[in-house]
Structures are given as C-alpha cells and as structure tokens.
C-alpha cells in the first residue's frame, strides 16, 4: 500500500515531468505516443503528376516505417499555393506534411503580395529526390526539333502553346527564360498537374508539354510522344539520342525538378529527427530509388540542413530569375 503524502507525489511528478522537458521531448513526440494518428501527406498538385506518383511511393514506406497509415491528399490550384495554406494552417505536431518540389521556392516572388514565407511559415524535413525536365511533342507533330518549334514561334509568335504542371512550376519557369533568351513567344497552358498537361497534349489540344521526364517517360516509351530536348547537362540515360537544350544551341537553361518533405513551422525538433530518420529509410529502398533512376534522376539523401540551405539558395535564384525575366503567374 502506497503511503506517500499527497503532496510528495505531486512533486515527484512534476520533476518527472520537467525532466522530460529538459531532454527536449514534448509529449507527442515520446516514444511510442507519435504518430498516434494518420499522416497526410499533401499534394499541390493533381492526382497521377510526378509528385502525386513520388508521394504515393514514399507514403507506402512510411506507413510501414512508422506503423501508421500514411495518406496522400491532393489539393491542387493556385500554383500549389491552396495546398501550401492547408500546411501552414495545420497544428505542428507531424501528422500534416507536404511532398513539395520547386515551386515552394519561386511562389513568395512569383506571386505578389507573397502568399507565404518558407523561413517563416515552413520546418524542413527531408531532400528526395530530382529528375530532369524535357520538352516533348505528340508523335504526330510537324515540329520534329527544337529547331522547328523556335522556327515557328518567330513566324507566329504566341501560336505554339504548351502545357505545365502549373505557375511557378520547375518547367514553365524554365520556358519562360527559355523564351525570354531565344527571342520567341509561346502561350504557356498551365495546368493543375503533369497529369492534364499530357492529356491535352496527346488530345491535340496543346502543341507541346514542358514536364518532368517521370511523367513523359511512359508515353515516350509507347511512341505517342516524342522528346525535343532534356534540360540536363548531359545527355539523359532514358533518352540518349535526344540532345540536351544546349546542344541545341541554348545553352544555361538546364533544370530539373527536386522534391522534398516540409511541414509546419514550429515542429518539434524530435519529431522532424523521427520523420527525417523514417524518410532516409524510404531513401534507401529499391522501389523509391528505381522509380526516380528510371526517370533519369536520383535519389537525394541528406541531412535536413542540406534541404533548409537548398531551400533558401532556391529562394534567392528564383527571385533574381523571375524578376530579371518578368515572369507573371499568368
């Protein structure tokens, strides 16, 4: 029988407790109290895009990592900004995250008055990954080269449209500058996902799509689309005859897009340790890696600081490139 005074038992408690503290555990993050709820795993982007298929890949892992479901919520619009909003609203305690790519970093210029602040507003994770942007057309087109397509946006300029995966996207952004160097104007079709951007194309409603080569790849593969150019420094190893932008005669305009794990500001530093330890994991299984490897890109693990100081450099690159060029989000 327990004969402890009331009021001793109440003291040791609250030392328990603030020594619990002191080792900089809050209480959801203890072991075995997190995650005691599904995660969601948001995406600004539509279902069946590059990053809609990453997640989808990633949540599988992390579901058997951490030993709670893990769901994948597409919220796409407004340049992934709708999807962005849902993260920074949502409590820091690890069960909303965001699988974000480029965009996180070239919306807060893009979009005036800034929607969001990444420093501010953001706790990185986790890096991913990265594949490689191609410009690609219908098998059926007439423009058979980069050449062609340049050709016939200065003798119509405004006529050739193509399709992204949104405003501010890895890929329009890229055709913008693209442009802007090349002395040509094309009429960019944004859309809510790489997804839509291929339908239409294939459909003959847009003359040609700027896309990650992940989604392009399938329909490259069946014949239905035929890749002008990859924006990589070398030539791709899923596209070796295919030249390279620079080989093209446009050099500087390589790009691909990287993926990566944020959640809300103010998640506890455990809690990022446990969801960066679950991701790396993730990382290190052959289906994450052979679905970026067979896209031509790779697998980037990493210390979160690797991801927060790529975030910031992104940031301050995008900025200087969208302002230097006048890029608008429509």
Known sequence: MNHAHPKRRTLVALAALGALAAAGWSAPARAGAWPAKPIRLLVGYSAGGAVDIIARDLAQQLQATLGQSVIVEDRPGAGTNIANRNLIESAPDGTTLMLVANAIAANPTLYQPAPFDPARDLTPVALVGRVPVVLAVPAESKLQTLAQMVAQARAEPGKVTYGTPGNGSTPHLAVALFEHAAGIRLTEVPYKGG???????????IDLVALNALEVLPQARSGKLRVLAVLTPSRSTIFPDVPTIAESGYPGF???VWYGVVGPAHLPPAIVARLHEAVEQALAT?????????????????PT????????????????LIRSAGIRPE
């Open 195 to 205: 997804a839509q951007a291929l339908t239409d194309a294939l459909g003959g409603r």
């Open 254 to 256: 390589e790009a691909s």
């Open 286 to 302: 052959p289906a994450l890696r052979q679905r970026l490897a067979g896209a031509g890109g790779e697998v980037l693990p990493g």
């Open 305 to 320: 600081q690797r991801f927060a100081d790529l975030l910031a450099s992104e940031q301050a690159r995008y900025a200087k």
